[in-house]
């Protein structure tokens, strides 16, 4: 990407910042939000990763993002490098792009994972929200109980497979379920790890909060069997409650209409609710998909 792509102003500010020339900038393809994403290199040979806002919605993020980067420490995050406030703000991090992006993922890979994840449950930010307070973190089958025609446009279910599951799936007290003292990230995906050395980095620090770490974990699992990994009871056992309200949050969710600010985000739910669902009834002894 030619360096003229990045905004005068902005560049003006990271060199500043860095004491360094930019030479060249490389856009990376990721992520589900219009977020601009930058690999920019220096003169003198240094490298970073810059995030920086495109509206209003990507640069409140980014806010949010900064405030945990300031307040939390761990082998787990990206090397904070610093901060641009502005109309488009930008937040510098380590250059991960020479790191390892699953998938495809190995049985060690995973394990590395889940050795780390107890790193983050056992820190704490200052402030952090407690997830069984927030609005819309719950049960959403109580959302399709309400308007079921969202999920049930998906195709994947009948109407009448979801009369005859719905008591069940509502019978689960989320906030309870949610509840804990562990910091969660809540939105661990193969897009949002990277394996950087002996290092598994967690990337996209805008939904922090405090709650139970299964439920943290959860969310991770039917992503990772999308991927060829395994099927999620095969990590998290014997957690109906867990697998009900992962699969309540994606079945509310994903056959809603696109979301302006972040366009990408209704598939990438669409493909969880493919394993999500499925391990949900499982370990609730329901009827299979008719869809």
């Known amino acids: 990407m030619a360096i ?3 905004a005068e102003d902005l560049a003006s500010a990271i060199e500043s910042f860095t ?3 930019i ?3 490389r856009s990376v393809n990721r992520g589900y939000t219009p ?3 930058l690999v920019i290199s220096f003169a003198d040979g240094s490298a970073l990763f810059a995030k920086v806002g495109t509206n209003r919605y990507t640069s ?5 993002e900064r405030r945990i980067y300031e307040s939390l420490s761990g082998t787990f995050l990206p090397r904070y490098l610093g901060w641009i406030e502005g109309e488009s703000p930008a937040l510098l991090l380590e250059d991960l792009s020479g790191a390892q992006w699953p998938p495809p993922w190995t049985d060690h890979q995973i394990q590395q994972v889940l050795e780390t994840l107890p790193l983050l449950w056992s820190s ?4 952090a929200p407690m997830l069984s307070q927030l609005k819309d973190k719950h049960n959403g089958w109580i959302q399709i109980a309400d308007d079921p025609k969202p999920f049930l446009s998906l195709g994947i279910a009948s109407e009448k497979w979801l009369k005859r599951t719905l008591p069940v ?3 689960i007290n989320g906030e309870e379920t949610v509840a804990g003292d562990s910091l969660l990230h809540l939105d661990i995906r193969s897009d949002n790890i990277c394996i950087a050395g002996d290092r598994i980095v967690l990337i996209d620090w805008n939904l922090v909060c405090m709650g139970n770490p299964d439920y943290d974990l959860g969310f991770w699992l039917p992503s990772l069997q999308a991927e060829g990994g395994p099927a999620p009871e095969s990590i998290l056992p ?12 994606f079945a509310a969710r994903a056959g809603l209409p696109t979301i302006p600010d972040a366009p990408h985000v209704r598939h990438i739910q669409r493909v969880q609710l493919q394993t999500a669902l499925p391990w949900a009834m499982r370990a609730l002894s329901l009827p299979s998909l008719d869809g």
Do not use: T
Request: hydrophobic share 40%; charged share 20%; aromatic share 2%.
């Open 35 to 37: 977020a601009q994403r």
């Open 23 to 25: 030479v060249h900038v």
């Open 4 to 6: 003229h792509a990045l």
């Open 60 to 64: 409140e993020e980014l806010r949010k």
């Open 169 to 171: 799936l509502l019978d």
């Open 238 to 249: 014997d957690h109906p409650q867990i697998a009900a309200l992962v699969s309540g949050f």
């Open 124 to 127: 704490s930010v200052p402030g």
């Open 19 to 21: 004491g360094s020339r």
